[in-house]
Every structure is written in C-alpha cells, then in structure tokens.
C-alpha cells in the first residue's frame, strides 16, 4: 500500500522569507499523481500544487513550486516569499493513477507557522 | 460556483448515541468522498461514490458507519452508535466528471466531538 510520510511536524519561517516543506512517498507504481493541500483553521482543504509523476519539470505556482525526485520517491513543497497568510496545516498527499479508484493518501501535515 | 457543501458544522453527542452529516458536492460533480480526519493526522478514506454508486468502503468501519447517496447529488453519512474514537472532522469531497478531473474539492468539513 502507497504510503505517505511528512517528517516535520511543526516548520516555522520569517515573513518573506522562504521555507521548504519535505514529504517522502512509498509506492511500487510508476504513474501517480502528488499534491499539496493546504488547511487553515477553517478546516477547508484548499490545493495548493499538484504534479503528474510522468512529468519531469517541477510544477509551480506563483510563490509555490516543488522539487519533484521520482527516484528518491521525494516531494517537497517550497514556498517563496511568505505570506502571513500562508499560515496553515499543509497536508502532502498521493494518488494513483490507475483505475478507477481515487483513494488519496494523506501524509500527517505540516504545521506552518509565519513570524511578521 | 458554489463549493461543497456541509453540515453540521459542529455536533457534539454522547457515546452510544447516532448521528449523520450532510454533503451536497459541487453541482455536476459525479465523484464524491467522505474522509474521516483524527486530530492530528491526515484525512483518511472512508467511501468513495461515482453517481449513486461505491466505488470504495473497504475502510468504512460498516459494523457503525453507513452512508448513501440515493439520487448521485446530495450524500448522508451516518454513524450508529457513536465510540468515543469516532471524535474527528468528517470531510466530504466531490469531483468533477470532466475538466481537472485530477482535483478534488473539499467542503469545510463536520467536527464530531463523541463525550
């Protein structure tokens, strides 16, 4: 079974700076999908990136990008410049691509803290 | 467009007792999953639907959780009796049948707190 870990559970960063999220996956499948979602107090589950694993290039998006290393079975998420608004569980996550079952594997998250 | 659906927000019971939360996904949105979330942890599967159909409970713990979604729109979990372990969010999530067919869409979720 595919299994997500997030090492850092708590990460903290100064505003405007930058900070790296890591999250590290296990799977014997060579098509997948991997996202990064964030969840403020809210509880609302909001995506943040997401790359296709046939993919190469390292997805981005504004401030955010990953450093995507299929062989070492790594995803981290990077977030430049950042926000207060930034603050927020990040939840790193899996899914195959095969069939029809969509079941995404969550990581446990990352608290991330921003300093003003 | 509107976004999924919830509530309540927040239910508090006593162990024992039943309980049901409610999902209306994003109009058009075929797919819809309902995750249970243990402070502290990631969301975990509980079913997936295509329309009014499972397509996966192998972890709905069936001897207490039942769900449906009778007419492939709006979607009800149940839980029946209620353990104090069953105290997390429940999370409901719909996805569309075309388009980024890849993201799911997230509702802001049920706290269940089990006394």
């Known amino acids: 079974a595919q299994t997500v870990t997030q090492s850092q559970p708590e990460m903290s960063v100064q505003e405007a700076e930058t900070v790296t999220l890591s999250c590290t996956y296990d799977?014997?499948?060579?098509?997948?999908?991997l996202f990064w979602y964030k969840q403020p107090p809210s509880r609302q589950m909001i995506l943040v990136i997401r790359q296709e694993a046939y993919k190469q290039q390292n997805a981005t998006e504004n401030r955010f990008s990953v450093n995507f290393q299929k062989a070492a079975k790594s995803f981290s998420l990077k977030i430049s410049d950042s926000q207060l608004g930034d603050a927020a569980m990040y939840f790193c996550a899996y899914r195959s691509a095969l069939g029809n079952n969509n079941d995404m594997r969550f990581g446990a998250g990352t608290r991330l803290t921003v300093k003003p | 467009e509107a976004g999924v659906a919830q509530s309540p927000r927040y239910k508090i019971i006593e162990k024992r007792q039943s309980v049901a939360f409610w999902c209306n996904p994003i109009s058009g949105h075929a797919t819809l999953y309902w995750y249970q979330q243990i402070l502290g942890q990631g969301p975990k599967l509980l079913i997936q639907?295509?329309?009014?159909?499972?397509?996966?409970d192998s972890q709905l713990p069936k001897d207490r959780f039942s769900a449906e979604r009778l007419k492939g729109v709006d979607s009800t979990l149940k839980i029946q009796p209620a353990k104090l372990e069953d105290s997390a969010v429940y999370l409901c999530a719909s996805k569309p049948t075309s388009g980024d067919y890849n993201e799911q869409f997230f509702g802001p979720g049920t706290r269940l707190t089990v006394l």
């Open positions: 799977t014997s499948e060579s098509d997948y999908y």
């Open positions: 639907f295509q329309n009014n159909g499972v397509v996966d």
